[in-house]
C-alpha cells in the first residue's frame, strides 16, 4: 500500500517521509486510532516506504520488488500478529493467507469485520503466546531482502501478561528492526509495552478527503457521497455503514408505518408490529437507529432549514413531514418513545408489544394541536 492509497492524513504523511528521509525511524512506534481512520493502511504504506528501494520524495516506488511483495503483503521481511480466536490455531501463520485476502479487501476494518471474515464473531479473540515465540524467532533471522524487518502487531491491547515476553525485543531491537503497534486502545495496552513505543496519534480522516473519496466511488451519487462525508466523523466505516442503512428497506418500513400512524388506520398496526418485530434483534436495532436519524432530521429542520442533510427520497419524505405541522413537542414525545421502545427490545422485551405500544405514542402525537 502507498501513502497515496491511504485516504486524507497529508500532514502525517509529510512527517513520516520526514523522518525516513532524515534516518530518525523510531524502532518501536504505535500508532493510536480508530481502524476507520486509517491506522492499520497508514503503517502498512510507512513500512512499505521504509523498505522501497527507489523511495521517492512524497511516496513508495509501487515498482520495484519490496514495493511489489508488500502490495501483496507477502513480503518475507514483514511478519503480522493479529487476534484470532484458539480453535482456528497457534500462531498467526496459519491464517495468513485469510489475513492477507482481509486486509487486501478491507484496510479499514476493525476487529469485529476480521472475526466475521473468519466466521467466527461469537468467539473470543486473543494473541497466543505461541505467536509471540514466532515474532522472537523471526526476529533471530536475519532480513532476507530489505534493510529492514518489519513487525505489524494489530490490537496489541491483546497481548496478555504474556506480551512481556516481547520487552526486550521491542526496547533493544536487533539492528534494522522496526516495530509497527496498531491500537484502538491504549488504555488495555500493557504498560511496559507503552512505555517501550513511541505514540503515533491518527487522527479522524478530514472531511475534503472523505468527500472526494466518497465521490470517486461510481456507485455513490454526489448528494449522497457529501452527505455521508459530513455525518461519517472521519471514520471510512461509519461512512460504509450508513451508505448500507441508506439503501436498506427501512425507508419504506418506516414511511409506511408513519403513514399508518397519521391516518390512524390502527387495524393496520398489529400485522405492521407482527411483521417488524420477526426481524432480529440487530435488524430492529437498526430499524429504529434509521428512523431516529430520520425523526431528528425532522426535528433539526423544524427549527432551522439549513440544518438538514438529507438528500432523495428522504428529504422529500421530511419536507412533507413539515406540512403536517407537528408541534415540536409532540415530535421529541416521539423521539423520547421510539428511544425506549429500543431500549426495551435490547433488554428482549417482545418486540411485537413494544411496536404496537410505540405506534399508539407516535399516533397520539402526529396530530396537530
Ligand atoms: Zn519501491
Given at each position: ?9 497529508s ?20 500508532f493510536?486510532?480508530?481502524?476507520g481512520?486509517g ?10 516506504y ?32 493479529f ?8 500462531k ?13 479487501e ?12 473468519l ?15 514466532d515474532?522472537?524467532?523471526?526476529l533471530?533471522?536475519?532480513?532476507y531482502?530489505?534493510?529492514f ?19 526486550k ?12 503497534l ?41 448528494e ?51 411483521k ?9 436495532k ?53 428511544e ?6 435490547e ?19 402526529l396530530?396537530?394541536?
Amino acid at each position: 500500500m502507498k501513502f497515496s492509497d491511504v485516504i486524507g492524513h497529508s500532514e502525517k504523511k509529510k512527517a513520516f517521509i520526514q523522518s525516513v528521509s532524515n534516518g530518525r525511524v523510531p524502532h518501536a512506534q504505535l500508532f493510536i486510532g480508530n481502524s476507520g481512520w486509517g491506522t492499520l493502511p497508514l503503517a502498512l504504506a510507512y513500512a512499505q516506504y521504509v523498505s522501497c528501494l527507489d523511495r521517492g520524495a512524497e511516496d513508495s516506488c509501487g515498482q520495484c520488488s519490496s514495493c511489489r511483495k508488500y502490495e501483496s503483503l507477502t513480503h518475507p521481511d514483514l511478519h503480522f500478529t493479529f487476534p484470532f480466536p484458539r480453535e482456528k490455531g497457534e500462531k498467526c501463520s496459519e491464517l495468513i493467507s485469510n489475513w492477507r485476502k482481509a486486509l487486501l479487501e478491507h484496510p479499514y476494518m476493525n476487529l469485529t469485520d476480521w472475526m466475521q471474515l473468519l466466521d467466527a464473531e461469537k468467539k473470543q479473540a486473543n494473541i497466543p503466546t505461541a505467536e509471540i515465540r514466532d515474532i522472537l524467532k523471526s526476529l533471530s533471522l536475519k532480513p532476507y531482502e530489505s534493510a529492514f524487518k518489519v513487525v505489524v502487531i494489530w490490537l496489541p491491547e491483546f497481548l496478555g501478561k504474556e506480551g512481556n515476553i516481547l520487552l526486550k525485543a521491542i526496547e533493544e531491537p536487533a539492528h534494522n528492526t522496526l516495530f509497527l503497534l496498531v491500537t484502538e486502545n491504549t488504555e488495555k495496552i500493557l504498560g511496559t509495552i507503552i512505555s517501550r513505543t513511541q505514540p503515533v496519534r491518527i487522527a479522524p480522516i478530514d472531511q475534503d478527503s472523505m468527500r472526494e473519496y466518497l465521490n470517486r466511488a461510481p456507485e455513490i451519487e454526489k448528494e449522497r457521497a457529501d452527505r455521508l462525508a459530513q455525518v461519517s466523523q472521519g471514520d471510512l466505516r461509519n461512512a460504509m455503514q450508513l451508505l448500507s442503512d441508506a439503501e436498506s428497506p427501512y425507508f419504506e418500513m418506516f414511511r409506511y408505518w408513519m403513514g399508518v400512524c397519521v391516518t390512524r388506520k390502527m387495524f393496520s398496526i398489529v400485522p405492521w408490529a407482527e411483521k417488524v418485530g420477526a426481524m432480529s434483534r440487530e435488524n430492529l436495532k437498526g430499524f429504529f437507529q434509521y428512523g431516529l436519524e430520520l425523526m431528528r432530521g425532522i426535528l433539526v429542520s423544524s427549527y432551522e432549514e439549513s440544518l438538514n442533510t438529507w438528500v432523495g427520497k428522504e428529504a422529500d419524505f421530511i419536507s412533507k413531514f413539515q406540512n403536517l405541522q407537528i408541534p415540536t413537542s409532540q415530535l421529541e414525545q416521539i423521539i423520547a418513545g421510539m428511544e425506549s421502545a429500543m431500549m426495551q427490545i435490547e433488554r428482549n422485551a417482545r418486540a411485537p408489544l413494544v411496536l404496537t405500544d410505540l405506534s399508539y405514542v407516535v399516533a397520539r402525537n402526529l396530530k396537530k394541536m
